[in-house]
Nanobody, 111 residues
Framework: QVQLVESGGGLVQPGGSLRLSCAVS????????MEWYRQAPGKQRELVAG???????YYADSVKGRFTIFRDGAKNTLYLQMNSLQPEDTALYYC?????WGQGTQVTVSS
């Protein structure tokens, strides 16, 4: 059984940083494509960042240079380091591995 559990969200001021984690069980993230998505109120879910099985990285244009996706095979955990956060980054953030999704973690950027 595959489970993805996100954590690390919270309230942060503009310009601040957060690191999201996605702990995965039942699936080896080092040989799997893994992605982060987000969904803001009233908007469609959008791809934020991904890492494929060959370790190639890809990002939405809106987060390039500010967000970094990486993974730790020993912990079987996917991460999203988010710097220079802006109010428009406010959303529920989800991790995805194949057809499996986590429950989401809320990120709110506000002064």
């Amino acid at each position: 059984q595959v489970q993805l559990v996100e954590s690390g969200g919270g309230l942060v001021q503009p310009g601040g940083s957060l690191r999201l984690s996605c702990a995965v069980s039942g699936r080896n993230i080092m040989i799997s494509a893994m992605e982060w998505y987000r969904q803001a109120p009233g908007k469609q879910r959008e791809l934020v960042a991904g890492i494929d099985a060959g370790s190639s990285l890809y990002y939405a244009d809106s987060v390039k240079g500010r967000f970094t996706i990486f993974r730790d095979g020993a912990k079987n955990t996917l991460y999203l380091q988010m710097n220079s956060l802006q109010p428009e980054d406010t959303a529920l953030y989800y991790c995805r591995g194949g057809t499996f999704w986590g429950q989401g973690t809320q990120v709110t950027v506000s002064s």
